[in-house]
């Protein structure tokens, strides 16, 4: 326990090495890998933060950032002896203006903690997905988290003002104390955001915030077709801006009624069904919804549409959507989050599984996804009969063939997950040889003894 | 000329060295610098982009990219014998998609063609300023564009879906490839966007597009105090999403009268005045702007003002803003373009009005500027009895007082025209030693032999 004298000089019992820490603590949502960290940590300041690198820097110590740990690549995976940095007990609101609408909180805050502190004060933050009652801030900015409106109001980044971080070297840097317009150089705030802990550590984030949406309108398409789901998408977009546009195959419709919590509101099967969440920002968009859908059924587009009536059947019809990746859970599904242009969603899917069908005939595919940002969610399931390691080797090879389609049509391999353990051997996938050689010489200014999230990212 | 044999093979008559052609591109809109470039080139590929910059590597010479030359801190002047860069023939549009909501130009594209282009598929594209009639696209992601829709639709890197560059390496790098959703590491495309040419050439640029606004009401308000202006700002807010919130004081609006084109549609004189152009999204929100005015009026913030009953009046409206920085150029005004917090604008603006009356009583300091983000344009006129030499030097000490009070309100020394040339040397002002040290070090993994843009930003 020697390596670990300065650190408890430090932090006292907030220098953790007992089985239960190490173990909770030394794993995010992946659940594929070994936790082993030296220990764990729980800073309660800036300088503490500050203090626990330098150490790490003259003591040849390996640093994870460690958050809500619902990330699904292993990002806050410590496996190798590492010393895992928890933010949370920096969960702190530090400052909030209404007139600039910004709020500025500690790392360690969990979404819903911000999302909650918003609304308190008339207004609204509006990035949004499904881990917000655990996933931090700090988090969120490390992966530049996704989710459900996108579409409407872009990723996390969109939302950051400022950050307060503690590079790899040890340094404390204030980037762009929440301005709306500053000219003065490189964005160092944006290098961060999305870098996944390997540049350095967030303490602090100042959050942009918005007026809160009118209420919204919820409705769902039967969609025979799948191309025809991006002409239902383009009609909402001729009257309004929708907050969101998912989609779903019959084959994730069918898992979710197995479980018996919710039904298809339609007496037929489809193909494909699109849902649109719109703002209800004038009085007849609800009409103009309804005069839409009896266009797109004369052109024979979609062959059926509900109007949710009430909040209750609103929920309802998400979560015929939302409950998708929970009824899929005892089938072990083979995951993937990718992305190409929404415009070639229908191609990409079409291509994708005539591919899949061809190699892999007894797997079944059940594709989900924020299609009208161009993000799938590709879950193959586990046959019955196969083994759950045999099914994940025979994926292995799937995955060859999902990333190689992927590269062919420019797209993410990574959409909104980040790249962490799990996807760094597939880096080359959306990104060039020049650009992670580039990202190498970045990581080396920022952290030049490597000291944070090994292995990580660019491993 | 020996210098020039290898560019001169590569160009033939694309690069040129008479005097008309090395003056004229030897400078940007910032008139203080003495041109003197070595030649001008005017590539037509991208492989002839990627070309230069490898002879330029070989043969130790320097860059310079240039645009529309649009600038106003001399990021694209040319006076210690470089090789400018102009991107003016490559100016195509190469792809278009309405359902992506995307548009990919070549960087000369001159931003008037891409909004124009925009509009005639039904779509728009937002990002608007003065100089939308010369400057081009790619020197709109060199310095970060700004404008007077900020407010509504943020600055130009939030228009940035995907960016080709040259790096100052010469290795040609394809970011982001326009998707929505791309986690796979560093964001190179935002690194680029505001880096000023000096990390390498942006060739391509694809840029979202968004729906086109509603048609807009325009209101004046007379504001007695500055103060009040951020309370009509926040009222407006409650029910609607500015397109626009600007201000100027009462100084400038009698500099645009006393040219004879358009006058003041109020009685009396005011402090202040707040132009705010608000989308017509709803039928009754020129009602309720009224009423919002009708309770600013009643609260005693507002004393006058004027709602636009025509297309015509709103554009006079708007050119009681506008023309300021024309009125007033008789006057060689020394300008800065700065930015702080908007709840901090009035009490910075008090305290650097009574800073300049007390050390400089003879100047007269003309405020206007997009206050809704915070970023003034803070002009000091030449009193008539100073030589314009003599002025400039008052101001260099003045220079000094505007960027300690910036510095102390955290605020941006250059809010929207970059720190090129001209404010190098105060580049502390807004960033730290390290961060300033981390973008040196950025700069050297880009551009080793340190051939893009050399003395612009970090000198």
């Not at 805050?109 to 999302?115: A, D, G, K």
């Not at 920002?281 to 103009?288: H, N, R, Y």
Request: charge should be negative; include cysteine; hydrophobic fraction near 45%.
């Amino acid at each position: 326990m020697n390596r670990l004298v300065s650190l408890t000089a430090l932090l006292g019992e907030r220098c953790c090495t007992d089985a239960d820490t190490l173990q909770r603590y030394g794993l995010d949502w992946t659940r594929f890998c070994q936790p082993a960290p030296l220990a764990v940590l729980f800073p309660q300041t800036q300088e503490e933060v500050q203090e626990i690198v330098r150490i790490a820097n003259r003591e040849g110590l390996q640093l994870v950032p460690s958050g809500g740990r619902t990330g699904l690549s292993g990002g806050a995976c410590a496996t190798a002896g590492e010393v895992v940095v928890s933010l949370e007990r920096m969960n702190r609101l530090l400052a909030f203006d209404a007139t600039d609408r910004l709020m500025t909180v500690e790392a360690g805050m969990v979404t819903e903690t911000l999302q909650q502190l918003a609304r308190e004060r008339g207004l609204y933050f509006p990035v949004d997905f499904a881990s917000r009652g655990s996933s931090q801030v700090g988090g969120n900015v490390a992966i530049n988290a996704g989710g459900i409106r996108v579409l409407r109001y872009g990723m996390f980044r969109d939302w950051v003002a400022g950050l307060t971080v503690v590079t790899g070297a040890g340094e404390l840097l204030q980037l762009n104390h929440g301005l709306v317009k500053n000219n003065t150089g490189y964005d160092l705030r944006h290098l961060f955001v999305g870098s996944e802990g390997t540049l350095g550590l967030v303490t602090a984030v100042t959050l942009k915030l918005a007026r809160p949406p009118a209420d919204s309108g919820v409705m769902l398409f039967a969609v025979p077709q799948l191309a025809d789901v991006m002409t239902v998408l383009a009609r909402f977009r001729q009257f309004a801006d929708p907050l969101a546009f998912e989609f779903f195959s019959d084959a994730a419709l069918a898992q979710v009624e197995a479980r018996g919590h919710v039904a298809s509101p339609f007496e037929g099967r489809y193909g494909y069904y699109a849902l649109v969440e719109y703002e209800r920002i004038t009085p007849d968009v609800d009409e103009m919804a309804l005069t839409a859908f009896a266009g797109l059924a004369g052109e024979g587009v979609v062959a059926d549409a509900v109007l949710a009536q009430s909040d209750e059947q609103a929920r309802r019809l998400w979560r015929l959507r939302e409950d998708i990746s929970e009824s899929i859970t005892p089938r072990t599904p083979y995951k993937n989050d990718i992305a190409v242009h929404p415009s070639q969603v229908p191609a990409f899917v079409a291509e994708l599984d005539t591919l899949l069908a061809r190699e892999y005939p007894g797997f079944e595919v059940v594709w989900f996804g924020h299609i009208g940002d161009g993000n799938l969610h590709v879950n193959v399931l586990r046959p019955p009969e196969l083994t759950v390691e045999a099914f994940r080797q025979a994926c292995e090879r799937v995955n060859a063939l999902v990333f190689g389609l992927v590269a062919a049509y420019n797209g993410s391999m990574s959409a909104e997950h980040g790249v962490g353990l799990l996807k760094a051997p597939y880096l080359a996938v959306s990104r060039s040889p020049e650009e992670i050689a580039l990202m190498r010489g970045i990581k080396a200014v920022f952290d030049p003894r490597g000291v944070m999230n090994p292995g990580k990212l660019i491993a």
